[in-house]
């Protein structure tokens, strides 16, 4: 990670954080949105419930691969991925308009982004801090309390 002090680090960890957690536990205002606003056509909570499903399973299945390339010091690539595949998800999130686009772009897309970053941000805390790892892991997830506040608060929605 970039400016390696460990200031630094729990600093960019709580932001990865912060976007992992943030939309991952947010995912029930989107759902709200698709069944209320019509934006996917006809489609049942049953449907609409699989696209954070897909989310969430692909982060932790995500992480069987990049914990090992982690471990190989692939942080900086993981990174640059997961933040072009989470980008890259939400912008297209932005113009679906039937079930399958949505499906895509954020179960599939936002999911593997958020593996690759979820492992970043666990990981470096751990690696850097040998003392007090406890402290520094607690302020890096306090990071996705933050996320989910905002989150819910751009969407307009609650």
């Known amino acids: 990670m970039v400016g390696c002090t ?3 680090i729990r600093y960019q960890s ?21 069944a209320t606003s019509g934006a996917l ?10 696209i954070g499903s897909v989310q969430g399973f692909l982060i ?7 914990g090992p390339l ?20 939400i912008m297209m999130t932005s113009i679906v ?5 949505a499906l895509l772009s954020q179960g599939f897309c936002i999911g593997f982004g958020q593996g690759c970053l979820f492992i970043v941000g666990v990981g470096q805390v751990t ?18 309390s ?6 819910i608060s751009t969407t307009g929605r609650s």
């Open 6 to 8: 460990p200031k630094n």
């Open 14 to 34: 709580r932001c990865l954080t912060n976007i992992h957690r943030g939309l991952v536990n947010t995912y029930g205002v989107y759902q709200t949105y698709y």
């Open 41 to 50: 056509g006809e489609t049942t909570q049953s449907q609409l419930s699989w």
């Open 60 to 66: 932790l299945v995500t992480l069987v691969v990049t």
């Open 70 to 89: 982690f471990d190989r010091g692939y942080a900086r690539s993981l990174t640059c991925v997961g933040s072009v595949l989470v980008v890259l998800g």
């Open 97 to 101: 308009s039937k079930y399958w686009q």
């Open 127 to 144: 690696l850097t801090f040998k003392r007090r790892r406890w402290m520094a892991t607690g302020i890096a997830f306090s990071g996705g």
């Open 146 to 151: 933050v996320g989910e506040y905002l989150q």
